[in-house]
């Protein structure tokens, strides 16, 4: 089961760019929750997944000294983050469930990819060997790719 959680049921297994892959399958995982119970259960089902997330990496003996390629759970996570802006503001506009913009999506998923790749400072900090540091720097990503797409988004209509 642990297996399944961490490669999120053999995602992390595909070829080439296995994080790519798991940052891809967040995406239709975030829109189907969106579409279900719109951003409070976006939300809440990232924070079962972090912590669901956690336990299952914490039995991978790898995740001790290694950031294993195959675990992507925590690029779902991450990515999931990263597209919260859009959940929560087509939530607090009361827009239908069905509303969820691809260039967000796009933008979201491009700046996910960019920090959790590059790894600038802070979330550089953050890189290290463990279940929770496995997470945490994805985490840190997807929180800066969250307030890049939230400026974006600002921007884009207006807000500033």
Do not use: N
Not at 38 to 67: E, M
């Amino acid at each position: 089961m642990s297996r399944a959680i961490t490669t999120v049921f053999g995602t992390g297994t595909l070829p080439w760019a296995p994080g790519t892959w798991g940052s891809l399958a967040a995406i239709p995982i975030t829109w189907g929750l969106h579409w279900l119970g719109h951003a409070p259960l976006v939300v809440a089902a990232t924070v079962v997944l972090f912590f669901l997330g956690t336990w299952a990496i914490g039995r991978d003996p790898r995740a001790a000294a290694d950031d294993p390629g195959e675990i992507v759970i925590d690029e779902v996570v991450g990515q999931m983050i990263a597209l919260w802006p859009l959940s929560i503001g087509i939530w607090l506009m009361g827009l239908p469930p069905s509303v969820f913009p691809w260039p967000g999506i796009v933008g979201a998923f491009v700046l996910f990819r960019l920090f959790d790749i590059w790894k600038p400072w802070p979330i550089r900090l953050l890189d290290r060997p463990g279940a929770i540091w496995i997470m945490l720097d994805d985490v840190g990503a997807g929180v800066a790719a969250a307030l890049v797409t939230l400026t974006a988004a600002g921007i884009s209509h207006g807000w500033f």
